[in-house]
């Protein structure tokens, strides 16, 4: 392992600085360049952040002193179990994450695919020092009852100029898991109102007095099928989808929902065609069985169209494809996760463009890199028969709305989706030699044509991850034994 993490190092066509230099968002007119005669000469492309340094710098161990101490007070008020790393922003800039130590790494996790356009991006900050940002900071409307005046402008040209084709409405969320609660929320009372008999059909009052005592008919006994290794939240609804982690589940009450095998392909592809083929026919087979036999009737599936916190698990065009026409022909809605793959990772901006759907989804979430969250629909009747049914006091957040289209601009701007489709197939051809070279430590290599969402299997994968710390890559893990790339989409080859 060693050895292919020096061979690694070695790929990257910049060499590691002699001194460690502070990071800040000032100009530094040495370092642009020299990093830009250095990429010139290497990869032929410009720096989409001159400023940003070329190379990782360690200079202790991580956590190092400074960081230890951080984290024992932190601790006296807050978790950090799960700490990876003690971040300093001040000092992060573009690709790269530094901590309090001076250590300066090559972010390849980017906040668990969450940061899309790099650390302390100027455009970005512009935006959050705007004016318009400043009041919807400190007048933070309730949504539902009160929202500003130019709500329907900052959605416009933020969160739906970029929605998914033939999706032109959006209910706006907190987060991922909220995004797919009251997605399921929607799916529910859509059916319901398909068997009452339309919108105009008012509750019965046995509907009403049993609703309140979490009783049917009030409460129907309706479900939601996910599939297995599937990730969707950990809230009550969309953890009752999430078949990725005992730990996710464990103690907490779950409905009693559906679950379908999602196909576990075999790799290369190319050497497994047939038999991938069976064992995607055999997951549409057991979702449609499922769909129709189920005895808590299915309202809607929720799929993820590369399954990201279960281990990076992809399915062909052709599988999603044919869900959708299950879907269709039993009456079921299609909920498309997003959360992971959307806004570009995948060198499309939603990842289930790659599938060439004859019909759009029913719904998409979306959150992570898009900053806020919500889901996307275009069907009217996915809008509740009343007001107050899809309801809670924020209902997003505007603060998040604006720096959404600010990140947008960003995007197209640096022409950031194709970029990242390029850069992908570069990354995945140099990681395609390392496997050749060390085919016991790089296993099962997938995303190719997904951008930078790449990723393959290690024997040895936790410890992977934390070597690559002591050379300057920040990388994360998926699934049991998966390592993950979810750079930013201003990662570019000479990276």
């Known amino acids: 392992m060693a050895s292919l993490l020096r061979c690694t190092a070695r790929l990257r066509p910049l060499t590691r600085l002699a001194a460690a230099r502070s990071i800040t968002t000032t100009s530094r007119p040495a370092a642009s360049v020299a990093t830009a005669m250095m990429n010139d000469t290497q990869t032929g492309e410009q720096p989409f952040f001159p400023d940003e340094p070329y190379s990782p710098q360690i200079r202790t161990a991580i956590p190092g002193p400074k960081s230890k101490k951080a984290i024992e007070d ?151 099928l996910s599939f297995r290794s599937g990730f969707h939240g950990r809230l009550f609804a969309s953890l009752s989808t999430t078949r990725s982690k005992p730990i996710h589940k464990l103690d907490i009450p779950a409905f009693d929902w559906p679950q379908a095998s999602f196909p576990m392909l075999k790799y290369p592809l190319e050497d497994h065609f047939e038999e991938n083929g069976r064992e995607e026919q055999r997951c549409l087979e057991e979702t449609e ?84 969250a919500g889901y996307y629909f275009g069907n009217p009747d996915l809008r509740p028969n009343k007001p107050y049914r899809q309801f809670n006091t924020w209902m997003g957040d505007p603060t998040k709305a604006i720096l959404f289209r600010a990140i947008i601009d960003e995007i197209e701007r640096l022409n950031l989706v194709e970029n990242t489709a390029h850069v992908g197939e570069y990354l995945y051809a140099g990681l395609e030699r390392l496997a050749q070279q060390y085919p016991k430590e790089i296993q099962n290599l997938r995303g190719k044509g997904q951008g930078t969402f790449i990723a393959w299997d290690s024997p040895r994968r936790d410890d992977f991850v934390k070597r690559a710390k002591s050379v300057g890559i920040n990388i994360g893990g998926s699934g049991e034994r998966a390592i993950r790339l979810r750079p930013m989409l201003i990662f570019q080859k000479h990276h």
């Open 289 to 372: 069985n499922l769909i129709k036999n189920f005895h808590n009737p299915v309202c809607a599936i929720i799929v993820e169209p590369i399954q990201s916190e279960g281990g990076d698990n992809h399915a062909s065009p052709e599988f999603f494809r044919s869900l959708r026409e299950i879907t269709k022909r039993n009456n079921v809605l299609m909920i498309v996760d997003e959360v992971q793959t959307g806004v570009g990772a995948t060198g499309k901006f939603w990842a289930h463009e790659h599938w060439n759907v004859a019909e759009p989804p029913d719904m998409v979430t979306f959150s992570k890199k898009a900053q806020t």
């Open 74 to 224: 932190l601790d006296r008020v807050f978790d950090t179990r799960s700490l990876n790393m003690l971040a300093n922003y001040h000092n992060s800039f573009g690709n790269y994450i530094a901590d309090l130590d001076g250590n300066v790494l090559l972010d390849v996790y980017a906040q668990i695919a969450s940061i899309p356009v790099g650390y302390s991006n100027p455009s970005l900050l512009g935006s959050a020092t705007s004016p318009e940002m400043a009041s919807a900071m400190v007048n933070r409307p309730a949504l539902g009852n009160f929202p500003q005046h130019d709500w329907a402008s900052i959605l416009e040209t933020g969160v739906l100029k970029v929605a998914p084709k033939g999706l032109n409405q959006v209910f706006t969320a907190m987060a991922g898991s909220d995004a797919n609660e009251t997605a399921y929320k929607a799916a529910f009372m859509w059916r319901r109102r398909q068997e009452r008999g339309g919108a105009d059909v008012d509750f019965t009052a046995e509907e009403i007095a049993s609703a309140m005592n979490n009783q049917s008919p009030g409460s129907p006994q309706l479900s939601i």
